[in-house]
Nanobody
Framework: QVQLVESGGGLVQPGGSLRLSCTAS????????MCWYLQAPGKERDLVAV???????NYADFVKGRFTISRDNAKNTVYLQMNSLKPEDTAVYYC??????????????WGQGTQVTVSS
């Protein structure tokens, strides 16, 4: 199986920045892609950003120009650099990956989430 652990969330003022990290561990053969989702209270979980390679990324419209997703394959880690944060960015952010692991094949895995709160 694969375990995902997020970190980097917290409280920040509007206009501030945070960097989220997510590290995958386990008997991983290959990671196809890594993603960040968010879920605000009472709302559905929405896709924020996806990275397959350094030249293959995609962002939700509401974060374009403010957030950047990156990946360190050697560390099985994905990052989300969040700049110019707005109160509406407040949510729990979840890491997700589609990965092959020994004995399990290809599956989708979720982290437990990290809280981001943007407030003055």
């Amino acid at each position: 199986q694969v375990q995902l652990v997020e970190s980097g969330g917290g409280l920040v003022q509007p206009g501030g920045s945070l960097r989220l990290s997510c590290t995958a561990s386990g008997r991983i053969f290959n990671i196809n892609r890594m993603c960040w989702y968010l879920q605000a209270p009472g709302k559905e979980r929405d896709l924020v950003a996806v990275i397959i390679s350094v030249v293959s990324t995609n962002y939700a419209d509401f974060v374009k120009g403010r957030f950047t997703i990156s990946r360190d394959n050697a560390k099985n880690t994905v990052y989300l650099q969040m700049n110019s944060l707005k109160p509406e960015d407040t949510a729990v952010y979840y890491c997700n990956t589609e990965a092959y692991s020994t004995g399990y094949g290809v599956r989708s895995y979720w982290g437990q989430g990290t809280q981001v709160t943007v407030s003055s």
